[in-house]
């Protein structure tokens, strides 16, 4: 018979939403002022981006485009930070060292965003180096180590 780990499901619920909020928070601000700002455009442009990868390119056009893009980005950040949250809950290694698992959870974290991008029909190569590493560093700087170091805090409360 195995014995069950007793998970502390109120303690990962707090770590998944304030991660979250946190990671995904960073990550538009990083890519907002880095690609989005620079273009002339506003956070909005960016949502709508998100929403247009998600729901096709008929949505584009919908004036609720950018509402229904950041709904789907949070939704997205609290799962991945949720994920986070439940494994740092079992393994204490996670918050030990948490810049390292942040990074690596941040490169995790593009790839299999680009995949699910590369399946769906909606992957677009980078327009330039810079805009690759725009977006490796946004997701490993700006979602990766906030939700490692959040996850870190609120373990210890």
Do not use: C
């Not at 949505?59 to 949250?85: M, R």
Request: cysteine-free.
């Amino acid at each position: 018979m195995t014995a069950r780990i007793a998970r502390p499901w109120g303690r990962i619920a707090l770590q998944t939403l304030l991660a979250g909020i946190a990671g995904g928070a960073l990550l538009d601000a990083f890519l907002w002022f880095v690609l989005v700002r620079p273009a002339g455009a506003g956070i909005a442009a960016l949502w709508q981006t998100v929403a247009v990868q998600a729901l096709g390119k008929s949505i584009a056009g919908d004036p609720n485009a950018a509402a229904y893009g950041l709904a789907i980005h949070a939704v997205v950040s609290l799962v991945w930070a949720g994920a986070y949250a439940y494994v740092a809950a079992s393994r204490p290694t996670f918050n030990a060292r948490w810049v390292v698992a942040g990074i690596v959870y941040g490169l995790v974290v593009y790839l299999f965003m680009q995949i699910v991008l590369l399946v769906s029909g909606n992957f677009e190569y980078p327009h330039s180096p810079n805009d690759f590493i725009a977006a490796v560093v946004a997701h490993v700087v700006f979602f990766g180590l906030p939700v490692a170091l959040v996850v870190k805090l609120l373990a210890r409360a």
